[in-house]
């Protein structure tokens, strides 16, 4: 082993749910000055890469580059799995006092149904005829109101209405964005897509841009006779005052695992990529 060598190293990062460990991340470094180790140029980090001798997906990051006002492919890391399809959110319980009356809601997602509750009483439950994929609790809209955001999936076109010159509803199943609010005591729905063209298998909201307002990240993929969704995009949309506008897209791949975090104060968009 050459001097070289001894320079070399991964900075692992573990990701735990209740269930365990979801996924463990790698990424090469390299000590150039001073023992201090710097994120490895591509060429090296495949090199050090190589030497694990497990099955690895790549883990692709993206941030906002204000110099070109557009996104760009950041640093890569590798990714260890322990299941490489995405099953949807099962379980997820959140607690927020969205109706600002000093008692917290509980928002507890269970296979598909979303309930709400305060003090142990029920406020709303989600129509037997939805499958919540996932929830988010976030302002989306950047009205300065936290909302409930959801990813579901429902037979028809539209929601409780549908405009007076649609024929017909098309009552495939399919996957919609809805953004709800609670107030007086009582949930409404203030907004809601119809048939997305692409479903989102994932998404998140956050400010990725830095320019104050919430985006809409997504992993967006196609609609299949199985009912699952393979990530194919990753996208980033922006609330333009009547629904959400397109503002970004990668490159075709095959996406899972969404994440936001915070690196030397810039919101980076991490997505495994097999």
């Known amino acids: 082993m050459g001097v070289s060598a001894t320079r070399e190293g991964l900075v692992v990062k573990i990701y735990f749910t209740r269930a365990g460990i979801k996924k463990i991340s790698f990424l090469p470094v390299y000590m150039e000055n001073f023992a201090q180790p710097e994120a490895a140029e591509e060429i090296r980090g495949e090199i050090i890469l190589e030497r694990l001798k497990f099955p690895l997906g790549r883990e692709d ?15 890569k890391a590798v990714v260890y799995v322990n299941d490489s399809k995405r099953e949807g959110v099962l379980h997820k319980k959140e607690q927020a006092d969205l109706d600002r ?4 809601e509980n928002y507890i997602l269970e296979n598909g149904r979303l309930e709400i509750t305060e003090n142990s009483k029920k406020v709303w439950e989600s129509p037997p005829s939805w499958w919540i994929e996932d929830f988010i609790l976030a302002d989306s809209n950047n009205d300065g ?10 037979s028809g076109r539209f929601g409780p209405s549908r405009p007076f010159w649609v024929k017909e509803n098309d009552q495939s199943v399919k996957n919609h964005f809805f953004i709800l609010d609670v107030k007086n005591d009582k949930v409404e729905q203030i907004w809601g897509s119809s048939n997305l063209w692409q ?29 699952e969704c393979d990530g194919e995009y990753v996208g980033v ?38």
């Open 61 to 75: 990051t993206y941030y906002w580059d204000k110099e070109s006002g557009s996104f760009k492919k950041g640093k």
């Open 101 to 104: 009356d000093l008692s917290p």
């Open 199 to 227: 479903p989102n298998c994932e998404f998140r909201i956050d400010d990725i841009d830095s320019d104050g307002r919430n985006d809409l990240v997504t992993i967006e993929g196609e609609y299949s006779e199985k009912g």
């Open 237 to 274: 949309w922006v609330w333009n005052g009547w629904g959400f506008s397109r503002k970004w897209q990668s490159e075709r791949g095959n996406f899972s695992d969404l994440e936001i975090e915070k690196v030397d104060k810039k919101n980076l968009i991490v997505v495994k990529n097999f």
């Open 145 to 154: 109101i936290t909302d409930i955001n959801l990813s579901l999936w429902k």
